[in-house]
């Protein structure tokens, strides 16, 4: 699937990703290959991308914002993000 990690700055993520795990408001999730439409509103806390099967990973700190899962594409817009 593809993630994007957009902030009003800049785009700080573009790739094809295994799967991404984000601090929903009522908790952590995760979205993998071909999830369901979905849009969640974020909270503060960290963000995992899964590059791969092996646990290649990278992680953010993200301030609040929302994701939009739609055609096995995920969109994540953030007030802020900084790459741990």
Do not use: C, W
């Not at 952590?28 to 369901?36: G, I, K, P, T």
């Amino acid at each position: 699937m593809k993630l994007e990690i957009l902030t009003p700055e800049k785009k700080l993520f573009s790739d094809e990703v295994y799967g991404v795990q984000m601090p929903g408001v009522t908790g952590l999730f995760e979205v993998l290959d071909r999830h369901a439409p979905l849009i969640s509103a974020l909270t503060a806390g960290k963000l995992k991308v899964l590059k791969d099967k092996n646990n290649n990973e990278l992680n953010y700190t993200i301030q609040g914002g929302f994701v939009e899962v739609l055609n096995n594409n995920v969109t994540v817009l953030v007030e802020g993000a900084v790459q741990i």
